[in-house]
């Protein structure tokens, strides 16, 4: 089974400084990758997919990761944040065959940008 | 507008209670899940459907039961078996495939649960 590994917890920042989430996963076999968020409030919405090709993705909101095989990892950066980037993002994964789909999730990161 | 519609907002329920949570799609996905939401712990899977009769037990079913009558439709009863059922669930649904036809998961707005 497919696990995913989120290594910030918490992080708060000020506007305009960088961001970099971790995410790691642990799967043998292709996987999609995706960074989901949660602002205040609202649904869990995508916010970015890897599926192949070219491992830097960019999404909405000027969000981008990196997809590194080598070291099975999907990190998220933003160069520089805003207030509105606060809020809960999620990682996950989902096996691209030979498994059963389901997406797994990360524990979650909770960033918070002060004005 | 295609999307996933769950009822209701918040729910309360007395202990010793069952409690149904609804989750309807109009996407004409295959997939449906359950996804409990506590805070530090993320998205836990409770239970998955990929085809209409035919349901799997997640990472947390224990206290909880499902049912895939319908394509679009896959609700999820707390039972009173359930020892920690306050919390904020999930629905989501994905199309199945392999590939890059293998799409995200579409989630609805969530259904808070609490125990009085």
């Known amino acids: 089974a497919q696990s995913v590994s989120q290594h910030n917890h918490h992080v708060i920042l000020s506007e305009a400084a960088s961001l970099e989430l971790g995410c790691n996963y642990s799967?043998?076999?292709?996987?999609?990758l995706f960074w989901y968020v949660q602002y205040p409030g609202q649904h869990l919405q995508l916010l970015l997919k890897?599926?192949?090709?070219?491992?830097l993705v960019k999404g909405i909101k000027g969000f981008e990761a990196e997809f590194i095989k080598s070291k099975f990892s999907f990190n998220l950066r933003k160069p520089s944040v805003q207030w509105s980037d606060t809020a809960e993002y999620f990682c996950a994964v989902n096996p691209r065959a030979g498994g059963s789909y389901i997406p797994t999730f990360g524990r979650g990161t909770s960033l918070i940008v002060h004005p | 507008d295609g999307g996933i519609t769950q009822s209701p907002k918040y729910l309360f329920r007395k202990e010793g209670q069952n409690v149904t949570l609804s989750c309807e799609q109009n996407?004409?996905?295959?997939?449906m899940y359950w996804y409990r939401q506590d805070p530090g712990q993320g998205l836990r899977l409770i239970y998955y459907s990929q085809i209409v009769n035919d349901f799997q037990k997640g990472d947390i079913a224990e206290g909880y039961s499902v049912s895939r009558e319908k394509k679009e439709s896959f609700p999820l009863t707390v039972t009173s078996a359930q020892k920690n059922p306050t919390a904020f669930y999930l629905c989501?649904?994905?199309?199945?495939?392999?590939?890059?036809?293998?799409?995200?998961?579409?989630f609805g707005q969530g259904t808070r649960l609490t125990v009085v």
């Open positions: 890897y599926f192949s090709g070219d491992p």
């Open positions: 989501a649904s994905s199309a199945l495939g392999q590939g890059e036809a293998n799409t995200e998961a579409f």
């Open positions: 799967y043998g076999g292709t996987v999609n």
């Open positions: 996407l004409n996905h295959d997939a």
